[in-house]
């Protein structure tokens, strides 16, 4: 917070330097000018004049006796006149002339000349140094006198030195910091200490191009609080710091694999394409890898139309502004940060053991009326009764994480910079899974002329991660852990993965499905993919007029990466494959980014006026190429390389792309004497994502805000804030849109095998349908808001109502299959809106030495599809599915997008004469092949079967609802904070119950909560009856047997820190401080899902057995001096 | 001002000149469908297309197979719900297992309508250009000729899409099947016009369709069809008759060696013997699963069959005395086969009737490296599948003329020779019926089709499978007791004649589901 503030300051204090020195220094004493007399009488004697004004005014006047010997008498009138007027007029009929030294009025004989009153004001210096309540000095903070525009501001070191009039009052000031005053009285010396405010409206927050007080916002933009403790949780992504922070900022984790990056979903869903927010890093657009969390200073979400409109094509989704840390001028500071912790799986699903693998197995043949397979029969198969791994115990492990930063910053008055280096590495809590990230950023700034500024600022990251597959129902990691046959070992007695049976039982394999070694799965693959990223942005600033700037910014982002996967022969049992594969790949991107930029602003009394001109290019290209080649005699490590393999069986493949878009921009914005605010924008942008005839769109943004609290009639002590603002704005969407969706490539391979013998062919065809009509997707959003703050600001409410429209909403047209075209064109196929109130409530206080701040947010989204006016049919059936055989996602009008469409159950059937007397009005038996202990399917439509038409809509997993609670202490050297964040109204999917509690697919291990399945003894079960059939279709049919409540309230973090008294650290360096802290990260979930995480993800999401979230407990160390 | 005038020149100056040329960018790495078409390379990759299916798992592979084990010969091998569900016909159609047919088979239609409209016009060889439109038209009709009989009836055909209308959004169901098997009959026809003959083929384009292709396909579309229209008979034994007499030599294997000969059609060697008519062309890196598929589950760890399907006893037990095609159609405990190079007697703990289809074990008698994929996950060998082969021409004909109350020994007597059987004589339609399902048994003539077509079909599900529960799984010489594998079923004739067409077709085109489903 202090360090942040102290930024802002200094940018905002360069910018009114200028115009507080510009004014003269006038006196504290009131001058003759504005004082005013009214004279009872008309003429006067001189004497008699001045006694009538001492007692009127302060002024006492000074004078020999006999100046006033053969004056004439003063002729006055009587109306209301200032001393300075009045004394003009007596100087000219008396031939007189004035020197004001303070209060004292001296006389003297005229000269005759034109300076008659001459004012002089006796003065005094004062010099002293400006700290924050940490000590550290406050360069830039403003010194004036109060009543008038006077004043000073502190240099580097935060020392100052003014010349005031005796019996001043010094007001000191710094943004972000509590004012205070302070009377000269008779001191030279004046220390002080400013104290940080704890309310954020002083807060100044980067708006696009530009900055703006919090406190003067039109548009919708929340802030992340308290970054600098936030980098401190075991966390290593932006999406992570930003979960559950800001209201209507919706981050789902969606897995726990150490590489994965939480999807951030602002204000809702709107489109099906690349639904990411712009990340803006120093004001240009990133598209960079990773950014290290230690270097971020502050992160903005600019959440409406109208406030991200100025980003425009990229930004539909929400931009997320990110300033990253700056050096100041001064000494240089050195900071280290470091945690270490351990990540462990709060939750793992269990499976059965091998004697009640075989049992289960057993009695579900025995239902199904057929034969059980011998494997499972204890007396021909005794192997198959001892259970020798726990897979589940085989697979998971304790894994852990570290980070490290170190940072140094300073810089002399006319250059500041800042450079860190980053290191992160964590190891998954699945086996062999991790994540490593090296970072290394240098930003600096030189004022090279009092008007022309140049900086830079070069981040090169470099990540590697080695995640594992949990989402395939086939392949996952965790479900083949269930799968696997819990009689098998890890490793054979040869030290070789073990299939679900020995080679020797190789005839019982069959009853044990096509199960992988799960341990196998995870450790097998030898992968590594190491991803160079390289962003660098210079810009230069020049004033070309006192009002006027030019930016110019370029920036470039260079991408290099490379996949290399060995995949070992599988000879054991299961799934076996008796070929290696080396596949590999290699690419690279490059993109720059150009934006010229004019600056106006200009105030004209109580009107300010700001103009702002963009114009911005930016162009990518990427290229890429990967193949595959097999048959390695050898598999060590040092042999898999692509020359040793025997045979390449595919041409490589190959492709390239290129990107470009143009924007020009303009925006004013107006405000007047701080009660009316007004923000008005236009962009153009072309892309070449779009034919030509419609790649250039315009899109407008208006906004405006009236402080209440500042009107003249508006005087309430209670309420410091009072502020309305509303929003309207559109902006064109580009990640929707695909590369070359006019004119898609055909597609190309070489699989078609003719010929004797048969060999390879190449072919071409047509997969895809283009669409030359395609448009901008418009997402159009209009906000109310306001905005209060009492209890001299300690509170402060935002209360928001915003509307969301997406028009000409981009998905994919479902062609019709006859047109045999595989994937349909990208369309405009309608309109989506999301609506929603958000209210972020904060309260910061303290009690003596203990200070504490409390900050909830909580957010709702409503979602509905409104039209598919121009799709190819009335709703959309979405792909997603288990094992291809249920879709439960449907996307109709009236409806959330990708809403559960399922068959409502109604319990378990528990007898044939329920199952006899379960028909529709007709008579017709509605479940004919029912058995008891199978699922009782409502028959919606009426007609006597269950099929589609029963299906019913039934809510989808994005969240109605989102809450986050911050609770901060501070008592004497300790802080504690506490982190909780929850959702509420989320539906999801549990297809893990698919394959883990159904023994009718191959003979895959179940889970073990199948022994709680129905049975004539069991009448209350939810789990159907175990059976190798399912002619109900109690798993086949998309039902909402299904579907659970994916609410959850999560301890997200908690903290406790211990600050080393300064006492003991101002030995290393006055300002040195040291904090030791203990954090635990997702300390605590309630959810009533039944799978193994709820944060499975948004949208057209199905639960296989996730990669759960971790827990972590982590040890770190902030040390700055 | 002077400064912001001229800035404002610049910036005007630089967005206006290059951003419309800046934005307009050629799609790389690929042709698109603007600047295809235009070299015989083109014509030739289009044409490749049309086969790119024969490698899918979800047709050829196993999927075609998954209806056809709805028989009485065959049944699933393993456990699997939603192939049980086809079986017993309580399928929804959206079982991963079938779902994919319908629309993949549509997506063949389309590379043939896009080569029928675009080939024309291109300035290719006239023999090249020939060859590509003949070969469009070959596989529009054969598909046609998959789907009609399996989702189409009387009651309601297929959408028929061609060159002509494949621009329309949506698509509708023509009156009758009978419709469509116009459209294949005049695609067929047009392609047999145009295509070569089998032996004119350069050895690398082998396996492509060809003139007694399409006239073997014609004769068996009529074969169907004659069900609708009685007239048709006749029209089976003229383009039977062209396919037997076709000047590239169409004969049976027969080298008067019965025990050896029927086994031998099914060699990888024989891929393109005399008895080849057309088949999935493959190779041991891609192309046909199912020789893997219909392999025991995990090859007794020796190599990853999949053991997709077991043979029944009742097929077991239809072959008469004497019938050598028995031994080369089913492996039974005991049995001495070669196994990737070694001797071994079959025995099984997986298959459920304790027998497993032998004629596709050719490329299992070698090493593996032989013919055999290593890649576990996708088991193609160098065996190609027929689709339809000279033996069944030959039974075509014969049921064809018994239909129409002509003798049909020849050709019939001609199949059970070769099998070691001694001739009929006033062959009837049961004998026709018998010969059909032992000659044929486990391929893509499909059972499952005749028994419908003749109304078998009622009946035969309603009776049990069998199979044999042998004491001892693994020993070759184990006694067994016969057990029932699966309960009879039941088969509505006014539904289960057809399949339902997929759930989510339906929802998007928007046509109507074949009744009763």
Redesign the interface.
Same mark, same amino acid.
């Given at each position: 917070m202090v360090s942040k503030n102290l930024m802002y300051g200094l940018l905002l204090q360069c910018l009114f330097l200028t115009t507080l020195m510009a004014h003269d220094i006038h006196a504290q004493i009131k001058p003759i000018d504005k004082t005013y007399v009214v004279l009872d009488k008309s003429e006067w004697e001189l004497q008699e004049i001045f006694k009538n004004i001492e007692n009127i005014t302060d002024y006492k006047f000074v004078y020999p006796e006999d100046i006033l010997n053969n004056k004439p008498i003063i002729n006055t009138n009587k109306k209301r006149q200032s001393v300075n007027d009045l004394l003009v007029e007596i100087a000219t009929a008396a031939n007189l002339k004035f020197k004001q030294v303070d209060n004292s009025i001296y006389v003297g004989e005229g000269s005759g000349k034109k300076e008659i009153i001459q004012i002089e004001i006796e003065e005094v210096t004062v010099s002293g140094k400006v700290t924050d309540d940490k000590g550290e000095s406050l360069p830039g903070a403003t010194i004036t006198v109060l009543g008038t525009t006077t004043g000073t501001v502190t240099d580097i070191d935060g020392n100052y030195s003014i010349t005031v009039p005796d019996g001043a009052v010094l007001v000191f000031s710094f943004i972000g910091y509590e004012p205070i005053q302070i009377p000269v009285d008779n001191q030279s010396l004046i220390d002080v200490t400013l104290k940080t405010d704890i309310s954020s409206l002083e807060e100044i927050v980067v708006v696009g191009y530009g900055t703006t007080r919090r406190a003067d916002l039109t548009t919708s933009i929340g802030s992340l609080e308290n970054v600098k403790r936030t980098v401190d949780r075991p966390i290593s992504s932006v999406q992570d710091m930003l979960q559950g922070q800001i209201a209507g900022v919706t981050v789902v984790a969606g897995s726990g694999d150490p590489g994965a990056t939480p999807r951030v979903i602002i204000r809702g869903v709107g489109t099906m394409g690349n639904e990411s927010p712009l990340y803006v890093v120093d004001g240009m657009p990133y598209y960079g890898g990773r950014i290290n969390p230690n270097d971020i200073e502050s992160m903005v979400v600019l959440k409406d139309a109208a406030a991200a409109a100025i980003y425009g094509a990229q930004a539909a989704s929400g931009v997320i502004v990110i300033t990253t840390k700056s050096g100041k001028s001064g000494e240089t500071k050195v900071s280290l940060d470091f945690y270490r912790g351990v990540q462990s799986a709060y939750k793992t699903p269990e499976a059965l053991n091998a004697q009640e693998y075989a049992s289960s197995y057993r009695s579900a043949a025995a239902h199904a009326?057929?034969?059980s397979q011998?494997?499972h029969d204890p007396l021909?198969n005794p192997w198959s009764q001892v259970t020798r791994t726990v897979w589940m115990d085989e697979i998971f492990q304790t894994g852990p994480i570290t980070n490290a930063n170190v940072q140094l910053s300073g810089g002399s008055e006319r250059g500041r910079f800042s450079t860190s280096f980053g290191y992160h590495k964590k190891e998954g809590i699945l086996r062999n899974t991790d994540f490593e990230l090296f970072s290394f950023r240098l930003k600096s700034e030189y004022d090279l002329t009092d008007k022309l500024r140049v900086g830079q600022n070069v981040y090169v990251n470099h990540s590697t991660s080695r995640g594992a597959n949990t989402s395939s129902s086939y392949s996952g990691a965790i479900i083949n852990a269930v799968y696997m046959n819990p009689a098998a070992p890890v490793y054979d007695e040869f030290g070789q993965f073990h299939g679900t049976v020995p080679?020797e039982l190789?005839?019982?394999?069959?009853?044990y499905g096509?199960t992988y070694n799960p341990v196998s799965l995870l450790l097998r693959p030898n992968i590594s993919n190491p991803r160079l990223n390289i962003n660098a942005i210079a810009y230069a600033e020049y004033d070309?007029?006192e009002n006027?700037t030019?930016k110019s910014s370029f920036s470039i982002d260079l991408w290099n990466w490379s996949d290399k996967n060995f995949s070992p022969r599988?000879p054991e049992?299961?799934?076996?494959?008796?070929?290696n594969f080396l596949n590999q790949g290699a690419g690279n991107s490059s993109r720059w980014i150009w934006d010229?930029q004019?600056n106006?602003n200009k105030s004209f009394g109580k009107h300010n006026l700001g103009l702002t001109?963009v114009?911005t290019?930016q162009?990518r290209q990427e290229e890429a190429f990967s193949y595959q080649v097999q048959?390695f005699d050898r598999e060590d490590d040092w042999f898999q390389y692509a020359s040793n393999a025997t045979t390449i069986?595919r041409v490589p493949n190959?492709?390239?792309?290129?990107?470009?878009?143009?924007s020009?921009i303009g925006r004013v914005t107006y405000d007047y004497d701080d009660r009316y605010f007004f923000m008005g924008s236009a962009r153009r942008d072309?892309?070449?994502r779009l034919h030509?005839n419609t790649?250039t769109d315009f899109f407008p943004a208006l906004s405006g805000a009236w402080k209440i609290s500042s009107e003249g009639f508006f005087n309430s002590s209670a309420i410091n804030l009072l502020k309305l603002r509303g929003s309207w704005g559109q902006i064109g969407n580009i990640s929707s849109v695909g590369?070359?969706a006019f004119?898609?490539?055909?597609?190309?391979?070489n699989?078609?095998?003719?010929?004797?013998?048969?060999?390879?062919?190449?072919?071409?065809?047509?997969?895809e349908m283009?669409n030359s009509n395609l448009r901008w997707e418009r997402s159009e959003t209009a906000n109310i808001g306001l905005d209060m703050a009492f209890l001299s600001n300690r509170l402060t409410v935002t209360a928001e109502y915003y509307e969301k429209y997406t028009r000409g909403l981009i998905l994919r047209n479902?062609?019709?299959?006859?047109?045999?075209?595989?994937t349909g064109a990208l369309s405009n196929v309608g309109t989506v809106l999301n609506k929603g109130i958000e209210l972020t409530v904060a309260y910061a206080g303290e009690i003596g030495q203990f200070r504490y701040r409390l900050n909830g947010n909580i957010s709702t989204i409503n979602n509905e599809l409104l039209d598919l006016d121009e799709f190819?049919?009335d709703?959309i059936?979405h792909g997603e599915?288990i094992?291809?055989?249920?879709?439960p996602f449907r996307s109709e009008p009236g409806q959330p997008l990708f809403s559960y469409h399922l068959i409502p159950h109604d319990g378990i059937f528990q007898s044939a004469a329920q199952i006899e007397a379960y028909v529709n009005t007709d008579g017709t038996k509605i479940q004919p092949?029912a058995r008891p202990g199978d699922l009782i399917f409502r028959d919606v439509s009426g007609d006597g079967k269950i099929?589609?038409d029963d299906r019913v809509f039934m809510g989808n997993a994005m969240p109605d609802f989102t809450y986050g609670l911050n609770i901060n202490l501070e008592y004497k050297n300790f802080d504690l904070s506490i982190f909780a964040q929850g959702v509420g109204g989320v539906m999801l999917f549990n297809g893990y119950k698919h394959t883990a509690y159904?023994?009718?697919?191959?003979?895959y291990n179940l889970d073990r909560r199948v022994l709680d399945a129905w049975s004539p003894t069991n009448p209350n079960a939810t789990i159907p009856v175990l059976s190798?059939?399912?002619?109900n279709?109690n798993?086949?049919?998309p039902s909402d047997w299904y579907l659970e409540k994916g609410d959850y309230l999560r301890i997200r973090n908690f903290t406790l820190g211990y600050n080393f008294p300064e006492s003991l650290l101002n030995s290393i360096r006055s300002g040195s401080t040291v904090r030791v802290y203990l954090s635990a990260e997702n300390l605590l979930t309630i959810t009533p899902y039944s799978g193994i995480d709820p944060e499975v993800g948004s949208g057209l999401v199905i639960d296989n057995g996730t990669f759960p979230i971790p827990r972590t407990f982590s040890a770190g160390l902030n040390f700055n001096f | 001002m002077k400064?912001?005038v001229k800035?404002?020149l610049i910036?005007l100056i630089?967005?206006s000149s290059?951003?419309?040329t800046?934005? @307009? /960018?050629t799609?790389?790495?690929?042709?698109?469908?603007?600047n295809?078409w235009q070299s015989e390379e083109?014509a030739i990759?289009?044409v490749?297309?049309l086969?790119?299916h024969?490698?899918d798992d979800n047709l050829f592979g196993r999927a075609f197979m998954y209806l056809i084990a709805a028989s009485d010969d065959i049944m699933q091998?393993?456990?699997?719900?939603?192939a049980?569900?086809i079986r017993?016909f309580?399928a929804?159609g959206?079982?991963?297992r079938m779902?994919?047919i319908?629309?993949?088979m549509?997506?063949?239609?389309?590379?043939a309508?896009?080569i029928i409209k675009y080939v024309p016009e291109m300035n290719i060889s006239e023999t090249l250009k020939n060859r590509a439109l003949g070969e469009a038209y070959f596989m529009r009709a054969h598909t046609y000729y998959w789907l009609a009989p399996r989702y189409a009836d009387h009651r309601a055909g297929i959408?028929i899409?061609t060159e002509e209308n494949?621009e @329309? /959004?949506?698509?509708t169901r023509p009156a009758s099947i009978v419709d469509n098997y116009r459209q294949i009959e005049s695609d067929l026809l047009r392609a047999a016009e145009l295509l070569p003959y089998f032996n004119t083929y350069?050895?690398?384009?082998?396996?492509?369709p060809h003139k007694d292709a399409a006239h073997a396909f014609l004769a068996k579309t009529y074969l169907y069809w004659g069900h609708h229209d009685a007239s048709k008979w006749s029209s089976v034994v003229t383009y039977a008759d062209m396919v037997i007499n076709s000047p590239t030599g169409r004969a049976l294997i027969n080298t008067g060696n019965p025990a050896e000969d029927f086994a031998s059609v099914f060699y990888v060697n024989n891929?393109?013997s005399s008895e080849y008519v057309f088949s999935t062309?493959?190779?041991n890196?891609?192309?046909q699963i199912l020789p893997g598929v219909m392999l025991e589950?995990?090859g007794?760890?020796l190599?990853?069959g999949?053991?997709t399907f077991s043979p029944t006893l009742e097929l077991y037990n239809a072959f008469e005395e004497g019938d050598h095609r028995k031994k080369a159609t089913l492996l039974e405990f005991g049995d001495s086969f070669s196994f990737l190079g070694n001797p071994r007697r079959y025995?099984?703990?997986?298959s459920r009737t304790g027998i497993q289809v032998n004629k596709y074990m050719d490329p299992y008698r070698f090493p593996?490296e032989v013919h055999l994929?290593?890649?576990?996950?996708y088991v193609t060998s160098?065996l190609?599948i027929p689709l339809i082969r000279f033996a069944e021409i030959l039974l075509l004909k014969s049921e064809a003329l018994i239909m129409q109350g002509q003798n049909g020994d020849g050709p019939l007597n001609q199949v059970r020779q070769r099998a070691g059987l001694a001739s009929k004589s006033g062959a009837t339609i049961a004998d026709l019926k018998q010969e059909r399902r032992v000659e044929l048994a486990a391929e893509y003539a499909d059972r499952h089709l005749d028994l419908i077509r003749w109304r078998d079909a009622q009946l035969a599900y309603s009776k049990p499978a069998t199979g044999r529960?042998h004491f001892n799984?693994?020993d070759p010489d184990s006694g067994f007791k016969v057990?029932q594998?699966w309960?009879g079923r039941t088969f509505n004739p006014q539904i289960h004649h057809v399949w339902p067409i997929?759930?989510?077709?339906?929802?998007?085109?928007?046509i109507p589901q074949n009744q009763g489903w």
């Open positions: 009326g057929g034969v011998s494997a021909l080679f190789s005839q019982f394999a069959g009853a096509d070309i007029l006027l030019f599988v049992i299961g799934r076996p494959s008796n070929m010229q004019l106006y001109a114009y290019a162009f048959d069986l190959a492709y390239g792309n290129e990107d470009a878009l143009t020009a072309q892309t070449s030509s790649k590369l070359y004119n898609v490539p055909l597609a190309s391979g699989d078609v095998i003719m010929g004797e013998p048969g060999t390879r062919n190449r072919h071409v065809s047509l997969n283009s479902a062609p019709d299959p006859h047109s045999g075209v595989p190819t049919n709703f059936v599915s094992r291809g055989t249920v879709l092949n099929s589609d159904n023994a009718g697919l191959q003979g190798t059939q399912d002619p279709g798993f086949g049919q | 400064h912001i800035l404002c910036l630089v967005s290059c951003s419309d800046f934005t @307009e /960018l799609p790389l790495g690929s042709p698109t469908s603007g295809f083109d990759t289009a490749n297309a086969y790119e024969w490698g091998g393993r456990t699997d719900a939603a049980a569900a017993n309580q929804t959206q079982e991963g779902a994919p319908y629309p993949r549509y997506t063949v239609i389309q590379r309508n896009n959408p899409v494949m @329309e /959004l949506s698509f350069s050895p690398t384009d082998l396996g492509r891929n393109f062309v493959s190779s890196e891609r192309g589950n995990t007794w760890g190599y990853n999949w053991g025995y099984s703990g997986n593996e994929n290593p890649n576990g996950n160098n190609n529960n799984k693994t057990y594998v309960p997929p759930p989510n077709t339906i929802a998007i085109s928007g």
